[in-house]
């Protein structure tokens, strides 16, 4: 069985910063894309960054040049260091990877969430 734990979250106020993480275990063959989406309450959930297994990455227009993705393939993790924070980036933020269990079986798994508030 496949998990994503996330952990980092937490208050911080307006121009701070946090580091996401977020660590894949179980039955793993190998993990292809692997980013993060955040969902504000009353607001549909959203792709923050996504990064492939290449390296390539993916921002949201509200966040490029404050945050960063990036990811360890040995410790299958993927972590999202967040600067210059806004009121409005206050959401729970979900970690989502794609993972094969087999070479011919790949889906789609979710982290817990995390919550992250920005504010004075």
């Known amino acids: 069985q496949v998990q994503l734990v996330e952990s980092g979250g937490g208050l911080v106020q307006p121009g701070g910063s946090l580091r996401l993480s977020c660590a894949a275990s179980?039955?793993?063959?190998?993990?292809?894309?692997m980013g993060w989406y955040r969902q504000a309450p009353g607001k549909e959930r959203e792709l923050v960054a996504r990064i492939t297994s290449g390296g390539t990455t993916t921002y949201a227009d509200s966040v490029k040049g404050r945050f960063t993705i990036s990811r360890d393939g040995v410790k299958r993790t993927v972590y999202l260091q967040m600067n210059s924070l806004k009121p409005e980036d206050t959401a729970v933020y979900y970690c989502n990877a794609d993972i094969l269990i087999a070479a011919w079986a790949s889906d789609d798994y979710w982290g817990q969430g995390t919550q992250v508030t920005v504010s004075s």
């Open positions: 179980g039955s793993i063959f190998s993990i292809n894309a």
